[in-house]
T-cell receptor, first 110, second 112 residues
């Protein structure tokens, strides 16, 4: 099946710092989503981004489908950004499940 | 617009018992999928329902079963519970196979 790798696995930031999270995937995809899972377990949609660039406030994401990677940028981080960030993808062609990466655990300290 | 809702939020069961988890899909969504998330891991796909039929299944044994109803709500049933079934169970809905998934807040199941 498709492999999804995220880096770094853990990240500690001071409030106000910027960061880049990376997601590499091993096959062509027609669905790529970034999620934030907060400490209470809620899985929150950040972006649906199978290709191109999107921005939403302090967050932005870029997917280069031809090179099989996606980047999530967090600017001016806040303590509420803490949690686990997951990238998840679906392969092209027919029914495919959403496959999650291993996640990046982010801790933003005041 | 009502999002995906799951019930109950927490549940404690004994090994060998059976459990039913419930999910109401987001308005306008006809596809529901279920995921299991063990502690410290990413969610793992259990199965998906489209128009009341299972149309995809992950690597889970037959004691994991489901239903989708005409209003697109869904149930996940687990028989003969094992300690390793302790996890967060997430339901997600979408309006088409290629559209983004929207997740509920999950049901945290503890098996003792």
């Amino acid at each position: 099946g498709i492999q999804v790798e995220q880096s770094p696995p853990d990240l500690i930031l001071q409030e106000g710092a910027n960061s880049t999270l990376r997601c590499n995937f091993s096959d062509s995809v027609n669905n790529l989503q970034w999620f934030h899972q907060n400490p209470w377990g809620q899985l929150i949609n950040l972006f649906y981004i199978p290709s191109g660039t999107k921005q939403n406030g302090r967050l932005s994401a870029t997917t280069v489908a031809t090179e099989r990677y996606s980047l999530l940028y967090i600017s001016s981080s806040q303590t509420t950004d803490s949690g686990v960030y997951f990238c998840a993808v679906k392969k092209r062609r027919g029914f495919q499940k959403l496959v999650f990466g291993t996640g990046t655990r982010l801790l933003v300290s005041p | 617009e009502t999002g995906v809702t799951q019930s109950p939020t927490h549940l404690i069961k004994t090994r060998g018992q059976q459990v039913t988890l419930r999910c109401s899909s987001q308005s306008g969504h006809n596809t529901v999928s279920w995921y299991q998330q063990a502690l410290g891991q990413g969610p793992q796909f259990i199965f998906q329902y489209y128009r009341e039929e299972e149309n995809g299944r992950g690597n889970f044994p037959p004691r994991f079963s489901g239903l989708q109803f005409p209003n697109y709500s869904s149930e996940l049933n687990v028989n003969a519970l094992e300690l390793d079934d302790s996890a967060l169970y997430l339901c997600a809905s979408s309006w088409a196979d290629n559209s983004p998934l929207h997740f509920g807040n999950g049901t945290r199941l503890t098996v003792t």
